[in-house]
C-alpha cells in the first residue's frame, strides 16, 4: 500500500480500501473490525471538523479578516508574513487542505493588487498550513490518529492544544524562516511579469452583452477604463471583427472574449449589462491538478465534464498567450475553472476529473453570522482544550448547535465533505490495529531498538521523528500516522520508556512534508498554480526540514522526555 500510495497512480480511497479487503481476506482484520474504523473517534471528529468548517468558510470571515490586514500590510515580506500567520492559525482548527482552499483565492488576489507573481508567496502558504496543523488535535487527521493510540495505550488522549508544545515553536520557527528567505529563494520567479492578463485572480469568460447595455458604444479602451474589463476577441454576428482595438466599438448582442475579477463580472450581470455561463446561481471554482487528464484539452473539448452536465463558463489561466474565442482556450496546469451546474454534479466532475475545489465566492442564501458561528466553534474549542468533552462530543454538539441556529444547511454540508479523506482515515484505523495485533509492529520496534542506546529517550525518539519524517514525503500523513503509531507503541513498551515522546514524535514527523510536490495534496496544488519545479521544493523544504527537526527535539526534550 506504501508503494501504490507513493506512485500516486491509483486514487487513494481504492488503494486504502483494496488494502482492508486483502486484509481481511488474509485473515489479518477480523470481520468485526473491518469497518469499525468508520466508527472511530477520529473519523468522526474529522467529518464534525469539516461540517463546522463550511459554515466557516460561508461566512468569509477569514477572508475578510486577510484582506483587512493585508491592505495595511504594505511590502511584500510583509504581505508574505501575513498570508502565512493566517494561514496557520485556520490550519490549527481545520484540515490543512482546507485551510489551503480557504485562502487560496485571497492569495492570488493580493498578488494580482500587488503585481506579484504567485509563486512568491503559494510554496510558503503551503509551507505554513502544514505547520500550523501540527498545533491541535483537528489539525490534521493524522493527529487524531496518533491520539487513538495514545487512548490505547494509556487510556487518555492529548489535550486539545497539547501537541503545540512541540507544534508551537516548530511554526514559529519554520514561518519566520519562510518569511525572512523566501523572497530570496524564489527570486528568480519574479523575474517574470505580474500582470492582469496572466494574473490568475482575472478570470476569462464570454461574455455576451445584453440589447441595452451600458456597454454599447464604448470602445475596448473604455470598457477596461469604466468596468476595468479587458476585452480580447469580440465576435458580432458569428464572424470575428478585426480592426485596430481603438476602432472596435462594442454593440447589442456582441460576444466578447474578457477579463476582469469575477467580482466584476458578477457585477456587470447583475446589473443587466451582459452575462456570462447563463443564469445559474450554482457555480465552484477548481484548480487543474498535476494528475487533471483535462491537461492539454481546450474547453469546448472537456467532455468529461459534459457527463455530469457542468459547464466550464470562466477559465484564470497562467499563460500570456490568448488566441481564438472561449471555446478554443486550453486547459493547463495550475489553471482555475469557474464551474457551474448542479451543486453534487460539480462536486463529482471535480473529483473525476482531479480538480481541487475552492472555497465558493458565492454561496446560496444568507451568509451564516460570523460572530455567532465563530463563537460556537470557539466554546467547542474550549470545553475539548479544558477536557470537559472529549472531541467528538465536543464538536459534535457545536455541529448541532450551529444546525438549529440555521448556521448550517446539513445536507449540503455533507455533499461537500471531502470523503475520500474519511475512507482513507476509516481503512487505515483497522490496518493500524492490525499492525500491531499481528506482531508486526513489535518486530519492527525490536529490529528499530536493537541498534539504539536505549538508554538515552532522546536518542529513540529522535530516531522515531526522523523515520517519520523520511517517510512522509513519499506516503500520505494519515498512513504515516497509521503505520508508525503502533510502531511506536512497540518501541516504548520495548525500551522501557513513556510511549507519549514517540507519538508526539511521530504526529510532528508526518507533517514535516516539505520535501516534494507529492507528499502532500497543498504541494501538489501550489506546484500546478504557481508552476513550480520539483526541485524548487527540495531547495526550499530542505532547509525547513532541519530547522524543524531540532526545534522539534529541543521541544520534545524540554516538554515530553
Not at 481481511?24 to 469499525?36: D, E, H, I, N
Not at 524543524?548 to 524540554?558: G, T, Y
Request: proline fraction near 5%; charge should be neutral.
Amino acid at each position: 500500500m506504501f508503494a501504490a500510495y507513493a506512485v500516486e497512480r491509483f486514487r487513494i480511497e481504492l488503494v486504502a480500501l483494496s488494502g482492508l479487503a486483502i486484509a481481511y481476506l488474509a485473515g489479518l482484520v477480523p470481520l468485526t473490525g473491518v469497518f469499525a474504523g468508520f466508527s472511530n473517534p477520529a473519523v468522526i471528529t474529522v467529518v464534525e471538523i469539516l461540517l463546522v468548517v463550511s459554515v466557516l468558510a460561508r461566512t468569509r470571515a477569514v477572508e475578510s479578516f486577510a484582506v483587512l490586514i493585508v491592505g495595511l500590510a504594505g511590502g511584500e515580506r510583509a504581505v508574505l508574513a501575513v498570508l502565512c500567520l493566517v494561514g496557520a492559525a485556520v490550519s490549527v482548527f481545520m484540515n490543512n487542505i482546507g485551510a489551503l482552499a480557504l485562502m487560496f483565492p485571497v492569495t492570488l488576489s493580493v498578488c494580482n493588487r500587488l503585481r506579484t507573481p504567485s509563486a512568491r508567496m503559494l510554496m510558503p502558504l503551503s509551507f505554513a498550513t502544514l505547520l500550523g496543523g501540527m498545533c491541535s488535535l483537528t489539525g490534521t487527521p493524522a493527529n487524531l490518529v496518533v491520539n487513538e493510540w495514545r487512548i490505547a495505550q494509556t487510556g487518555g488522549g492529548f489535550g486539545y492544544f497539547d501537541l503545540g508544545s512541540v507544534g508551537g515553536p516548530v511554526a514559529v520557527a519554520g514561518i519566520a524562516w519562510l518569511v525572512l528567505v523566501a523572497p530570496r529563494m524564489l527570486r528568480r520567479h519574479g523575474m517574470e511579469t505580474a500582470s492582469p492578463e496572466s494574473a490568475p485572480g482575472h478570470m476569462l469568460v464570454e461574455l455576451h452583452v445584453a440589447p441595452k447595455s451600458p456597454l454599447i458604444g464604448l470602445s475596448l479602451a473604455g470598457a477596461t477604463e469604466r468596468y476595468a474589463v479587458e476585452v480580447h476577441r469580440v465576435m458580432r454576428d458569428g464572424v470575428h471583427v478585426f480592426a485596430r482595438r481603438d476602432d472596435i466599438k462594442i454593440s447589442g448582442g456582441d460576444i466578447l472574449l474578457a477579463e476582469a475579477d469575477l467580482e466584476n463580472l458578477e457585477a456587470l450581470q447583475a446589473s443587466g449589462a451582459a452575462t456570462f455561463g447563463g443564469r445559474a446561481a450554482e457555480r465552484i471554482e477548481a484548480v487543474v491538478t498535476p494528475e487533471s487528464y483535462l491537461i492539454g484539452s481546450r474547453i469546448e473539448d472537456a467532455s468529461a465534464l459534459e457527463e455530469y452536465r457542468v459547464t466550464v463558463i470562466g477559465l484564470a489561466s497562467r499563460r500570456r498567450r490568448i488566441e481564438g474565442m472561449f471555446g478554443d482556450l486550453q486547459i493547463g496546469l495550475g489553471d482555475v475553472l469557474l464551474l457551474a451546474g448542479d451543486r453534487q454534479a460539480m462536486r463529482d466532475a471535480a473529483s473525476d476529473a482531479g480538480l481541487l475545489a475552492l472555497l465558493p465566492r458565492k454561496t446560496l442564501g444568507a451568509r451564516p453570522d460570523a460572530f455567532r458561528s465563530a463563537a460556537i466553534f470557539a466554546i467547542g474549542v474550549i470545553l475539548t482544550a479544558i477536557g470537559l468533552a472529549p472531541p467528538e462530543i465536543a464538536f459534535g454538539g457545536v455541529v448541532l448547535a450551529m444546525a438549529l441556529t440555521g448556521s448550517l444547511r446539513l445536507r449540503e454540508a455533507l455533499q461537500d465533505v471531502n470523503w475520500t479523506i474519511v475512507i482513507l482515515l476509516g481503512c487505515m484505523i483497522p490496518l493500524g490495529a492490525a499492525v500491531q495485533d499481528t506482531g508486526a509492529a513489535r518486530v519492527i520496534a525490536n529490529a528499530i531498538v536493537g541498534h539504539l542506546d536505549t538508554t538515552q529517550p532522546w536518542v529513540v525518539t529522535a530516531t522515531i521523528l526522523v523515520l517519520a519524517t523520511v517517510i512522509t514525503p513519499f506516503v500520505d500523513n494519515v498512513s504515516v500516522a497509521a503505520v508508525l503509531s503502533p510502531v511506536a507503541a512497540g518501541v516504548a513498551s520495548r525500551a522501557g520508556m513513556p510511549v507519549e515522546p514517540l507519538l508526539v514524535a511521530v504526529a510532528i514527523g508526518a507533517s514535516l512534508d516539505f520535501l516534494t510536490p507529492f507528499g502532500h495534496h497543498n504541494n501538489t496544488v501550489v506546484m500546478g498554480a504557481a508552476g513550480y519545479r520539483f526541485t524548487d521544493f527540495p531547495r526550499m523544504g530542505l532547509p525547513l526540514v532541519g530547522l524543524s527537526l531540532v526545534v522539534a527535539m529541543i521541544a520534545l526534550w524540554l516538554f515530553w522526555i
